[in-house]
């Protein structure tokens, strides 16, 4: 006999997922003093990133269709870190900027790239998120080919009480889903 | 049309299936150039190797077709037209993407030295061409619509590249190329023709 009682339904409902039960973490990091713990400790919030299948139009006797065009990511990812005392926020994203494009005219890499190629600037990133009872959740997301794109303004203030926060926005190419399943999605 | 006809058409249109409405993408496509040499391992002695073209170094390409013009008898007030080729050549526009090799500039050097050499002089027409340039679109599943595949191709023109001190953008060329004629590989389309004819005589009992 089917249980149509709301408990008996909601019995198999696993918890929702907190948006609190996150963590990020960028691989191949080889970048001045700072390790991938120092950036997962210090990031405050992420966004799962979406996707979207462009639609080509397409007109018959006056009837429109869609059909699904080209896959399409926003390539962008913004992270807030909060910033300590040691400055490694600032001064992790300071090397990676100065690693793709050093601007510092008294270095002898001053105008140039100290990467032969993007694959040395550029970094996979993990979103890994939780359950309430500290396990993994089932997939995590992969940010492939991550590299910072802008970090923003920071305003400091005499009359406030917070810490400092840096915005910085990530370039990506694609993301995927991983997880014991990847095949089957 | 008699009523229904029309139904059936816009059911056709939004069926989805193979043989009804589907739409041919225009990113979905490979371009191959490639010169016989590099089969034969035989580098031209005058202008060296063939540099490598991948398929990402093709932004876009224009593929030309065939033209014909109309040659017009008149018979009183009565026009009889005849189609008659008009055929000065084949000219195919691919714009490429310079890699940080100068892949595309080499490409483009050497394609000018296939043609004339640095003393002035030209070269014989079987040495101042690449043999095959093949553009192969493909439909969502990676199975291939058409192979147009130009025999005889030389170098025409290349846009001049700004490089640009306010500029940042990648280094692209917009090369012409000349190509004698076109083998033309219609295969799905083919291969639904076939099908449809097979169909067709069978219903008409021809």
């Not at chain 1, 001053?110 to 890994?128: D, G, I, V």
């Not at chain 2, 016989?36 to 490598?52: H, I, Q, V, W």
């Not at chain 2, 070269?123 to 690449?130: L, M, P």
Request: hydrophobic share 35%; aromatic share 14%.
């Amino acid at each position: 006999m089917p249980n149509f009682t709301i408990e008996g339904r909601l019995k198999g409902l696993p918890d929702p997922q907190r948006d609190f039960l996150w963590e990020v973490t960028i691989l191949n990091f080889d970048l001045g003093d700072s390790s991938p713990e120092d950036l997962t400790l210090r990031a405050k919030n992420i966004s799962i990133p979406g996707r979207s299948n462009e639609p080509i139009e397409t007109y018959f006797y006056g009837h429109k269709q869609k059909f699904s065009g080209r896959s399409a990511f926003s390539n962008q990812i913004s992270i807030q870190f909060e910033e300590t005392e040691d400055q490694k926020i600032l001064r992790t994203f300071y090397h990676w900027f100065q690693k793709i494009n050093n601007t510092d005219p008294l270095q002898p890499f001053a105008t140039l790239s100290t990467t032969l190629t993007k694959r040395q600037y550029a970094k996979r990133m993990f979103l890994t998120m939780y359950k309430y009872n500290g396990e993994e959740v089932r997939n995590k997301i992969e940010f492939v080919n991550v590299f910072p794109e802008s970090i923003a303004d920071v305003a400091l203030d005499m009359t406030s009480n917070a810490a400092v926060k840096y915005d910085v926005q990530f370039s990506y190419d694609y993301w995927t889903l991983q997880g014991p399943d990847r095949i089957n999605i | 049309m008699p009523v229904g006809t029309n139904a059936v058409e816009l059911l056709g249109f939004f069926a989805g299936v193979d043989l009804f409405k589907s739409i041919q993408k225009n990113y979905k496509f490979f371009v191959t150039i490639w010169d016989d040499a590099l089969k034969a391992s035989t580098p031209d002695p005058e202008t060296g190797p063939m540099p490598l073209i991948t398929h990402w170094h093709t932004r876009s390409v224009t593929i030309p077709q065939y033209t014909f013009s109309k040659e017009v008898v008149k018979y009183g007030p009565i026009a009889k037209s005849f189609p008659v080729m008009e055929l000065n050549g084949l000219d195919i526009a691919i714009t490429f993407e310079e890699d940080e090799f100068g892949t595309i500039a080499y490409f483009i050097n050497w394609l000018q030295r296939k043609i004339i050499r640095n003393d002035g002089t030209y070269r014989s027409q079987k040495d101042n061409r690449v043999d095959n340039l093949m553009i192969l679109t493909e439909d969502d599943s990676g199975i291939p619509i058409n192979l147009f595949w130009y025999k005889n191709v030389y170098f025409q023109n290349a846009s001049p590249a700004t490089f640009d001190y306010g500029g940042n953008e990648s280094i692209k060329y917009d090369i012409t190329f000349g190509a004698d004629y076109l083998q033309f590989l219609p295969i799905k389309a083919l291969a639904k023709a076939n099908i449809k004819t097979e169909i067709m005589g069978k219903i008409l009992g021809v």
